[in-house]
């Protein structure tokens, strides 16, 4: 509790109501590749939903920095939240054909200025030394909403998949919602949101793609800065790819049922919580770029578990789940330090609006190049997961000869 009790400020604000958004985020997000084909739509559909809202994402990505600047993080992540989250909820739980999702689609995109000014508040106000801190408290939140999966099993089993999963989006509307407005009340504009509303008020948008520009020349010419954001999109690389076809390979190609899916994640957080309220807590900063790398190597070991997976083995699973959950929790929060460390406070959301749109442009081939290894055979598509690991691993070691500590 000592070591939770170090957040203060926004990002208390931003992580105390975190678990109304995190537990119905939790329950949905298992079935959602499985619950879009149901309402009388086919596959090929469901890559027109993930274009249009690929392409409307990097545009979000785009203007991110620019809208959180002009109107400042806290009224740009109420509103965009609203539309993003709130109303793209409301949508998927009544959808009842491809026109739905379009429109869902459409509004999730805007999630990425959100995201960008939730960030600023996140790490503005907060000292560089107690960033790990902060993110590893935001880790815990995201592996306690684990515990809450099973329940989403039970509501399938009892109701079937599709009523099941629109009760699902109907309670996300409900709680994130209700979180939204709560967290405003929380928070408080940042010092450096306050002097860039008053900067950016007088500044077009030539000169806003001029500053964007130059964001891209700094990044370029530094070696660490590029190494650094080379990994960060490396780690959401194979992520996407794992979101997108791990619910679909346990189910079509291992022959679990779904029903049953959603007891790996609460299996593997509860191993995670012990690491966590054992480990975490021990480890030192400026050991990060150490961590990281150890995560990455347990995330690869369970790759590898799955590409040699035998069929309906549920526990064998299970233990690969704990082996990519544990991974994920080592390395994700000092990752996200390192990448918040290298941002200048000054230009950190325009930073944070290019890395977007540099995640999303080198990681849009994910679902394409998923979906191709999954068509030859379903598990080469966790080769292709382990191989992004493994060149994020061989940038670390590079990264760690030049890097000082104190980045971390």
């Not at 995201?142 to 999963?165: C, E, K, N, R």
């Not at 997108?244 to 609460?266: D, G, K, R, Y």
């Not at 080592?330 to 749109?357: C, H």
Request: proline share 4%.
């Amino acid at each position: 509790m000592n070591w939770l009790a170090r957040v203060r400020g926004n990002a208390r604000g931003c992580l105390i109501y975190e678990p109304m958004f995190i537990l119905p985020y939790s329950l949905y997000t298992t079935y959602g590749t499985v619950y879009i084909p149901q309402p009388g739509m086919t596959t090929t559909p469901i890559g027109l939903v993930a274009s249009v809202s690929l392409v409307l994402q990097m545009i979000s990505s785009a203007i991110s920095g620019h809208v959180t600047d002009r109107m400042g993080r806290r009224r740009a992540l109420l509103t965009f939240d609203l539309v993003s989250w709130s109303l793209a909820t409301l949508i998927w739980m009544v959808s009842q054909n491809i026109w739905f999702f379009v429109a869902a689609a459409i509004c999730n995109s805007f999630q990425k200025i959100p995201n960008t000014a939730w960030y600023c508040l996140l790490v503005e106000d907060t000292d560089p030394g107690d960033r790990s801190t902060v993110f590893t408290a935001l880790q815990l939140i995201s592996v306690v909403g684990g515990l809450f999966t099973p329940l989403a099993g039970l509501l399938i089993a009892a109701m079937h998949l599709v009523p099941a999963v629109r009760v699902m989006y109907g309670i996300a509307f409900l709680s994130m919602t209700t979180m939204f407005w709560l967290r405003n009340r929380a928070v408080h504009e940042t010092a450096i949101g306050l002097r860039k509303m008053s900067e950016v008020t007088d500044t077009g948008w030539a000169q806003t793609v001029k500053q964007h520009v130059d964001v891209v020349r700094e990044i370029a010419r530094s070696r660490r800065v590029l190494a650094v954001f080379a990994v960060y999109i490396l780690n959401n690389f194979q992520a996407a790819v794992s979101v997108t076809f791990l619910s679909v390979f346990e189910v079509s190609a291992l022959h679990i049922p779904a029903a049953w899916i959603a007891l790996f994640p609460a299996v593997s957080a509860i191993a995670t919580l012990l690491l966590m309220g054992v480990v975490m807590p021990r480890l030192r900063q400026e050991h990060g770029l150490r961590h990281i790398f150890i995560g990455f190597v347990l995330s690869v070991g369970s790759s590898a578990m799955l590409i040699a997976a035998p069929e309906e083995r549920i526990g064998y699973i299970a233990v690969a789940s704990i082996l990519s959950a544990t991974g994920t929790v080592l390395a994700n929060p000092f990752l996200e330090t390192m990448t918040a460390n290298v941002i200048r406070d000054e230009e950190r959301a325009k930073f944070l609006s290019v890395l977007t749109v540099l995640i999303l442009l080198f990681t849009w081939p994910a679902g394409i190049l998923g979906g191709l290894a999954y068509g030859v055979n379903p598990r080469l598509t966790f080769v292709l997961v382990a191989g992004a690991l493994v060149t994020g691993g061989v940038i670390l070691l590079a990264l760690q000869r030049r890097t000082p500590p104190e980045i971390l």
